[in-house]
């Protein structure tokens, strides 16, 4: 089992930056990739960013650029630093661990609005 708490979701106006938290907890050693998605109003969930535990990092074409997927081996702790925000980023942002090709965990996502 591994639980998943995000924070650092919010309110931002175009252009500016957030920086989303996720902290792992449970059986962490078991975890080979974390990732964030994200699910807009009436679309489906979509990879946003992951990085796995080589530290390999894979981003979404929409993201590339602007986003930074990274983590602190320490705090065991996940974080998705957004720069440069536009509307079309709205929608609530998800943590993913991934222990195996048929096993992962899900945070219970945070709201990331962006609007003037």
């Known amino acids: 089992q591994v639980q998943l708490v995000e924070s650092g979701g919010g309110l931002v106006q175009p252009g500016g930056s957030l920086r989303l938290s996720c902290a792992a907890s449970g059986s962490i050693f078991s975890i080979y990739a974390m990732g964030w998605y994200r699910q807009a109003p009436g679309k489906q969930r979509e990879l946003v960013a992951l990085?796995?535990?080589?530290?390999?990092?894979n981003y979404a074409d929409s993201v590339k650029g602007r986003f930074t997927i990274s983590r602190d081996n320490a705090k065991n702790t996940v974080y998705l630093q957004m720069n440069s925000l536009k509307p079309e980023d709205t929608a609530v942002y998800y943590c993913?661990?991934?222990?195996?090709?048929?096993?992962?965990?899900w945070g219970q996502g945070t709201q990331v609005t962006v609007s003037s």
């Open positions: 993913n661990a991934r222990l195996n090709p048929s096993t992962s965990y």
């Open positions: 990085i796995t535990s080589g530290g390999s990092r």
